[in-house]
């Protein structure tokens, strides 16, 4: 069994109310989650969340969340707009620059929201862009190898992301020239971790870095942002994150590195996507093809299009079939998608039980870095997204992209207008 699962009869219901392929999400799940996290982190002051929005970008998802207290981690312009259009607000927002143009910079300005600021060069970039304000972040890079005991957990080394610890005290000096009065720290070294002891390291390092550089700067230091990455067990047996443990780490360095010298007032902030979202998702589909060559096939009518973790990372994804889980699984199969693509496959050599064409197929933990991650290839339109809610009503959220929305942007074409072989529903022609 996977870790987290609706029952069976609320796949049959929702596909009785839907047409598939859709993303199923279960608020009780997600507001669960929530609660969770702010209970595991009630050790730390101030602490709040910032839900990672390129996870799951849809208005309903981010309401629930809102609700429950959380902020927002946005990454582009269309995010930040995303954002705003929910009602979130100045301080709800934390926008992670890397590689900004810098129009993005005064929008979310405009919006009064956190900068965590990504390179030194972008200091004079926000100057110009909307000004530098009295509290910005700043990411760091500490490169090398991050290790906890004797295990790599990341190579920040390799990453794009952040600045070198000295390029910090400079941004810091640049930064006050221009009226910064307080500053957060962030980092982000290590993805889909369940190992506990990944933020209470990573806790470490910024509330140490975090001193140092409010002594050499006289500014105050007034949050550490621990980032996203903490992860979800894919793998049905694999440990799932002790949170618990995690928020009690956290507290452990925050004592000694702060309430012990007498350091108060430093805010704790996470942006975690993944772990919020990811296990209350599922893209339910049905069996449209089965196919007998070199190996066993089982064709569903979803594709990468929908879900690119599995093409893009050969990453797992837990798979059920619903009604049938109490038989063997003695089938040994590719579960595929019908892109001109060889990597289109949901599950490659899985133990299933026998199944027939017309048998629902449920591919687990899609609730993070799903959708929002899916393309156009082939000319394949995207799934819709349905919420399970609370009341037990199931509430569509997100459409299915039609035709129309594939051609939208030929509306530049006069002569496309005219070939389009629309229909009303299509370029408008019709
Ligand atoms: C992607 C991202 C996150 C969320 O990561 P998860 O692995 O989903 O927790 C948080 N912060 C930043 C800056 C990110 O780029």
């Not at 889980?325 to 990597?343: A, F, Q, R």
């Not at 933990?365 to 959708?371: F, N, R, S, W």
Request: aromatic share 10%; hydrophobic share 35%.
């Amino acid at each position: 069994m996977p870790n987290f699962s609706l029952s069976d009869q609320v796949y049959f219901n929702a596909a009785q109310a839907y047409d598939t392929p859709f993303h199923l999400y279960d608020e009780a799940g997600i507001r669960g989650t929530a609660r969770r996290l702010q209970a595991a982190f009630s050790g730390v002051p101030e602490f709040r969340e910032y839900f990672a929005v390129k996870a799951l970008p849809t208005p309903a998802i981010l309401r629930i969340l809102k609700e429950e207290g959380c902020g927002v981690d946005c990454a582009s312009m269309t995010e930040l707009m995303l954002a705003e259009a929910c009602g979130f607000q100045g301080r709800d927002i934390m926008f992670s620059a890397n590689d900004v143009p810098p129009e993005e910079f005064r929008y979310a300005r405009r919006l009064n929201a956190y900068i965590n600021l990504d390179d030194l060069t972008h200091v004079a970039t926000l100057r110009e862009n909307g000004g530098v304000p009295e509290e910005v972040c700043l990411r760091y890079n500490p490169g090398g190898s991050f290790r906890i005991g004797n295990t790599i957990m990341g190579d920040p080394g390799d990453a794009k992301y952040g600045m070198t610890r000295q390029q910090l005290s400079q941004a810091l000096k640049m930064l006050k020239e221009n009226g910064l009065k307080r500053f957060g720290l962030h980092s982000f070294l290590s993805s889909n971790t369940t190992d506990p002891a990944y933020y209470p390291a990573l806790a470490e390092i910024l509330f140490q870095t975090g001193l140092e550089l409010m002594d050499e700067s006289g500014l105050t230091l007034s949050f550490i942002n621990l980032s996203g990455g903490i992860g979800i067990p894919y793998l049905p047996d694999a440990p799932a994150t002790d949170l618990e443990a995690v928020g009690a780490g956290v507290a452990e360095k925050y004592h000694s590195c702060f309430t012990a010298k007498g350091i108060t007032g430093v805010a704790i902030k996470t942006e975690l996507g993944r772990y919020m979202t990811g296990p209350c998702g599922w893209l339910v589909t049905h069996i449209i093809h089965e196919k007998n060559i070199y190996k066993h096939y089982l064709g569903v009518d979803a594709s990468a299009c929908d879900l690119m973790r599995p093409a893009m990372y050969g990453a797992y994804h837990h798979i059920t079939i619903p009604g049938k889980e109490h038989l063997p699984h003695d089938d040994i199969v590719d579960v595929v998608g019908s892109l001109c693509e060889n990597n289109d496959k949901f599950a490659i050599d899985r133990s299933l039980p026998k199944t027939a064409i017309g048998d629902l197929l449920v591919i687990h933990d899609t609730g993070a870095h799903g959708l929002s991650m899916g393309y156009n290839y082939n000319g394949k339109l995207r799934c819709k997204e349905v919420l399970y809610r609370q009341d037990g009503i199931f509430q569509l959220i997100r459409r299915a992209e039609t035709p129309k929305d594939y051609f939208a942007t030929l509306d530049c074409d006069p002569a496309w207008q005219g070939q389009c072989p629309c229909t009303p529903d299509c370029c408008g022609r019709g």
